[in-house]
């Protein structure tokens, strides 16, 4: 490692999952496959919660979303407990100059005037033109060093370009979905996205490359949860929170590794600290990932994961294993909570055919070897009680250790906050006022 500290970039997308073509996916992204190929690929990263604002938050405090305070979306009035746990203002003690390029998801316009002061940044690079082109050129002016350098790109958010199904007949659908005309051009317009933000991200990669500072640069690419898609976004299914992980730099972070154990982007706060030689806070929830990378043992078991408030109330909690998966329920919904689910051709389709009416198990257990996309649920098999009995245990030690407020009941919503009628459609409905479920 270089004497110097290094610099810091941290690339995040909305709503990408892992389907970009590092994984193996269908999705043209050679700046990310380049980006893998030079660094590391973590096959098994999950998000802390597959909804915007906690995940990201969850990322950039090293703290589950029911710790940090993060419980919905920030734009719709929730906010962190204590920005100063942010990671920009541990950073900043240490000498970094912090600077934020497009998408935050930590503090919202409508709560704070400055969101980017509010959370700690020492600079703003503007709206007024793509985040690439404004981080491009923040980064090649010869910026102060050591710099942290956020850079939130929109893509792949939804709305999709629309697709015409004739278009689109050699596209597949993800894993969750049917293989229809419809589904297809929902995922044709989703790789449209993909390839927009691999472009964008290869234009930041290449001037770090023109500049020289790609050689004292570690470069975290990722993305807050799973695609919008039914059962994904906003699901605590694998869909819903397994996420793309790559990390570049110096050693040990190159060389076109694989890791295929579990992580957690809880996870990415401690390996920094571990990594750039800074005083590791006392909130940290996650653990350092420089064992792993350097080839040791796994540093975890199992990962863990939550949902609270999105576009309406869903409190769950599920904990994964390499092999296991069990999700529990904590509320009284018996069908799927649908303005959770962003609106599109597949959701459509679904609601269609009645999955509106689906009925919902509070507790859902599954084999991950044999049932890869978790649809046999074996909650109630006789074969599988001692593993779901050691699963809910492993789900309620860490609740208890982590005090999450959900053991005691449902958790308040903030006066601020504003919610969706839970038995609408669609996310982008008419708000209830504040306070109301």
């Not at 990263?45 to 940090?68: D, K, M, V």
């Not at 992580?263 to 909130?283: A, G, H, K, M, N």
């Not at 309406?312 to 649908?338: D, F, G, I, M, Q």
Request: aromatic share 10%; charged share 25%.
């Amino acid at each position: 490692m270089a004497e110097k500290r290094l610099n810091v970039v941290y690339l995040h997308s909305h709503d990408t999952g892992r389907y970009v073509q590092p994984y193996g996916y269908a999705v043209a992204t050679p700046n990310l496959q380049r980006l893998a190929e030079e660094g590391v690929l973590f096959r098994q990263a999950f998000c802390a919660g597959p909804t915007c604002s906690p995940s990201r938050a969850a990322l950039l405090t090293g703290q589950y979303p029911h710790q940090n305070g993060m419980l919905g979306l920030a734009h719709r009035g929730f906010r962190l407990n204590d920005y100063s746990c942010h990671l920009v203002n541990t950073l900043k003690k240490a000498g970094y100059k912090t600077f934020l390029s497009g998408v935050q998801h930590e503090a919202g316009e409508n709560m704070f005037p400055q969101p980017w002061k509010t959370i700690g940044y020492d600079g703003f690079l503007g709206a007024a033109g793509p985040v690439h082109l404004q981080a491009g050129k923040f980064l090649s002016q010869n910026p102060p060093e050591p710099f942290f350098l956020s850079a939130g790109f929109y893509e792949t958010h939804r709305p999709f370009p629309r697709v015409e199904q004739e278009q689109s007949r050699y596209c597949l659908a993800p894993e969750p979905l049917p293989d229809t005309p419809e589904t297809r051009a929902d995922m044709a317009g989703f790789k449209l996205l993909a390839s927009r933000l691999d472009e964008e991200i290869g234009h930041l990669l290449e001037i770090l490359r023109q500049t020289k500072l790609l050689k004292r640069t570690l470069i975290i690419c990722t993305t807050d949860h799973g695609p919008a898609f039914p059962r994904m976004k906003c699901t605590l299914y694998d869909g819903g929170i397994r996420v793309m992980l790559i990390m570049r730099g110096p050693e040990p972070f190159r060389g076109g590794r694989v890791v295929d154990e579990l992580v957690s982007q809880v996870d990415i706060f401690p390996t920094l600290c571990r990594y750039l030689r800074l005083p590791e806070p006392d909130w940290l929830a996650g653990v350092s990932l420089l064992p792993l990378v350097e080839g040791h043992d796994p540093v975890r078991e199992e990962i863990f994961a939550e949902i609270n408030y999105h576009a309406a109330y869903e409190p769950s909690r599920c904990v994964r294993t390499r092999r296991w998966k069990y999700l529990k329920r904590y509320h009284n919904h018996e069908t799927p909570v649908l303005p959770n689910t962003d609106a599109g051709p597949s959701k459509s389709l679904w609601l269609q055919h009645g999955w509106g009416s689906q009925r919902l198990a509070r507790e859902e257990l599954y084999d991950l070897l044999f049932d890869p996309n978790e649809t046999s649920n074996l909650a109630e098999s006789p074969g599988a009680r001692e593993v779901l009995m050691e699963m809910q245990t492993r789900l309620e030690n860490w609740m208890k250790a982590t005090a999450d407020p959900l053991l005691a009941g449902d958790i308040p919503l903030p006066e601020t906050a504003r919610l969706n009628d839970p038995d609408g459609l669609n996310p982008d409905e008419p708000l209830l006022p504040p306070g109301r479920r």
